[in-house]
């Protein structure tokens, strides 16, 4: 069983920028790849950003250019540094860790609320 204790989330203002943190507890299995999700109010959750192992990304069209996914692999972190934020990324930001042995974990969410 892998823990995933985010934080960084918060209230910003439009234009603003927020950075989420994830830590993956330690583990027999190694990290496959890593991301971060959101779902908004009445919406299904959607991908925001992964990077792999090889540190190659993937990224949401909608957050192309504004946010940065990054990893620290010896620290089992994930991070996801968001610039220029606007109203609509307002959700709640889930961490996903994927391991080699096919096991998903989910973190607790952290609530990123864009005002104007």
């Known amino acids: 069983q892998v823990q995933l204790v985010e934080s960084g989330g918060g209230l910003v203002q439009a234009g603003g920028s927020l950075r989420l943190s994830c830590t993956a507890s330690?583990?027999?299995?190694?990290?496959?790849?890593m991301g971060w999700y959101r779902q908004a109010p009445g919406k299904q959750r959607e991908l925001v950003a992964t990077?792999?192992?090889?540190?190659?990304?993937n990224y949401a069209d909608s957050v192309k250019g504004r946010f940065t996914i990054s990893r620290d692999n010896a620290k089992r972190t994930v991070y996801l540094q968001m610039n220029s934020l606007k109203l609509e990324d307002t959700a709640v930001y889930y961490c996903?860790?994927?391991?080699?042995?096919?096991?998903?974990?989910w973190g607790q969410g952290t609530q990123v609320t864009v005002s104007s």
């Open positions: 996903n860790v994927n391991l080699i042995n096919l096991l998903s974990y």
């Open positions: 330690e583990s027999r299995f190694s990290i496959i790849s």
């Open positions: 990077i792999g192992g090889g540190g190659s990304t």
